[in-house]
């Protein structure tokens, strides 16, 4: 079982559910409140762990109760918390998250300690960390990851970049990712086209045009269409599970934590992606953000399931 480092942000989440989601300048009557913990770095930690990785976490909190609960609750999901730095004078992660009943969300972050983490923080978790598996994504900064990515390559690991929230990303980045896994806004994004829905015929094409930005391998997110996976070998679609969708949040972390778990436990890239595939529809199924990740047992009860 090849080792897990995640690197990136953890948040408390405020989540209202609404019946709608407001318009600019509309204000609405939302329906219940709570604060789930949440983070695109933790939630994929966690995932990472209860599907049976073996997991370390590096990034920053604030020294407050939401730093304390986070980091927490992180322990309590079997990941290794121990560079999840506790730092002064400034405010944990936090993000506002309205859900609306389809399911669809609405989120913005105030990233506080989360854009305190730095290249040089990242030194002690790669030691022992030997062709391990590296989790990324965007709500650290982005020479933080840079760095990170680059750290990972000297160590002969596997590096999967989320490149969420959107945004552009250096060509040196790039290429030194083992797998690039946008969902439609970030995959357009960096392919400077205008926001919008990827169809799956439109798929191949964007996957290609992306793999030459320099990755080895692109999963396209394509929510309840599935993964559309390319690189030299491959060019293919992997369907998702239909279920009755709650609550997207989370869903994209809970994917990349089920494809590095999946991968790290010695599993096919196919049989990765369907993993993920598997954990993320699950997810959906429940509110909140790490409160939606299943566990290695829902998982495979509900493939078991749906394979008859
Ligand atoms: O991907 C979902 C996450 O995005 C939420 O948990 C929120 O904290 C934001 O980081």
């Not at 997110?221 to 030299?232: H, S």
Request: proline share 7%; charged share 20%.
């Amino acid at each position: 079982m090849k080792p897990i480092l995640v690197i990136g942000s953890l948040n408390m989440d405020f989540v209202v559910q609404t019946d709608k989601l407001p318009l600019p300048g509309e204000t609405i009557k939302g329906r219940d409140f709570s604060t789930i913990p949440g983070g695109k770095g933790a939630n994929q930690a966690v995932a990472a762990a209860r599907l049976g990785g073996r997991v370390r976490m590096a990034g920053r909190v604030g020294q407050d109760g939401f730093g304390r609960n986070l980091t927490e609750g992180l322990a309590s999901a079997g990941v290794d918390a121990g560079q999840v730095l506790p730092t002064a004078g400034v405010a944990t992660g936090v993000a506002l998250i309205l859900v609306e009943r389809e399911g669809q969300n609405q989120i913005t972050i105030a990233a506080g300690a989360n854009d305190r983490l730095e290249a040089s923080d990242l030194e002690p978790s790669f030691q022992d960390f030997k062709q391990g598996i590296v989790l990324l994504q965007l709500e650290s900064p982005l020479p933080t990851v840079e760095a990170a990515a680059r750290l990972a390559r000297r160590q002969e690991a596997t590096t999967i970049l989320d490149p969420a929230p959107a945004a552009a990303l250096s060509k040196t980045l790039l290429r030194n990712l083992d797998y690039l896994t946008p969902n439609e806004t970030e995959a357009l994004l960096l392919l400077g086209e205008p926001p919008g829905e990827i169809r799956l015929d439109e798929a191949p094409d964007l996957g290609r045009r992306l793999l030459e930005l320099g990755p080895d391998t692109v999963i396209l997110k394509l929510g309840d269409k599935g993964a559309w996976v390319v690189n030299r070998r491959l060019s293919r679609h992997f369907p998702t599970y239909p279920v009755k969708p709650v609550d997207a949040t989370a869903a994209g972390d809970t994917f990349n934590g089920a494809l590095a778990a999946g991968l790290a436990a010695g599993g096919s890239l196919p049989q990765a992606i369907d993993f993920a595939n598997a954990a993320a529809a699950l997810s959906v199924t429940q509110p909140g953000a790490q409160s939606s990740i299943p566990t290695r047992t829902q998982v495979d009860r509900f493939l078991g399931e749906h394979r008859g």
